[in-house]
């Protein structure tokens, strides 16, 4: 499968800062990026489609502000964490689509917020 | 979101037996992916399917994609410990290439 990256591995920040997690598709060139969030014993929830070039697409209930994401390049994505607050603590997952294969996802190691 | 649930939820099992489990939807998917996460990790992709009806074996992992293209069933012959972990069943609408995941199966082999 492909390689993702994804930096830091784990971050704590305190309550109102911000945090940006990186996310490397070190394979090949990913022109689509998906960004999960996951809680402890649940499944992943799909926050957004990150598009290089373009706008992120936001799944509904989720705010695009206070989530920024930016796919400046065909290999990274960045979610960035704004104002950040204890109930944002999770697990924060990227996947990458393999050209021409956007049936297929390979998922990065993940990166653990945790905000006190 | 779309709303996809596995069963089992959890399932403990004897190392050498066989594990069935599957994942239902209310909507019509054009591709089912089959994926184990082990904790603090992210998924790693084990199978996918592109057709109603497909068979697919990786090792003794077998997936299946349901007729009615609304379920999906995963088989893992002769358990073994690594075998461990929360397995995700994840599928793609004819609209759009997201991909929703379903509510997750925990494996437990006890050797």
């Known amino acids: 499968g492909a390689v993702v990256s994804q930096h830091p591995s784990r971050v704590i920040c305190k309550s109102g800062t911000s945090v940006k997690i990186e996310c490397r598709s070190l394979?090949?060139?990913?022109?689509?990026m998906f960004w999960y969030r996951q809680f402890p014993k649940q499944s992943l929830m799909l926050m957004a489609t990150?598009?290089?070039?373009?706008?992120?697409?936001?799944e509904q209930g989720v705010e695009k502000d206070k989530f920024l994401i930016n796919h400046a390049s065909l290999t990274l994505s960045t979610l960035t964490v704004t104002s950040a607050h204890p109930e944002d603590s999770s697990f924060y997952i990227c996947?990458?689509?393999?050209?021409?294969?956007?049936?297929?996802?390979?998922f990065g190691p993940g990166t653990r917020l945790t905000v006190t | 979101g779309q709303q996809l649930n596995q069963s089992p939820q959890s399932m403990f099992i004897q190392e050498g037996e066989d594990v069935s489990m599957n994942c239902t939807s209310s909507s019509i998917f054009n591709t089912w992916l089959w994926y184990k996460q082990e904790p603090g990790e992210g998924p790693v992709l084990l199978i996918a399917l592109y057709k109603a009806g497909e068979l697919t074996s990786n090792g003794r992992l077998t997936a299946q994609f349901g007729i009615t293209r609304k379920d999906s069933f995963l088989n893992i012959s002769a358990s073994i410990p690594s075998d461990v972990g929360i397995y995700f069943c994840?599928?793609?609408?004819?609209?759009?290439?997201?991909?929703?995941f379903g509510t997750g199966t925990s494996l437990t082999v006890i050797p």
């Open positions: 394979d090949f060139q990913a022109t689509t």
């Open positions: 996947s990458v689509s393999a050209p021409g294969k956007y049936y297929e996802q390979y």
């Open positions: 994840a599928g793609q609408l004819a609209t759009g290439n997201q991909f929703y």
């Open positions: 990150s598009n290089e070039g373009s706008k992120a697409t936001y």
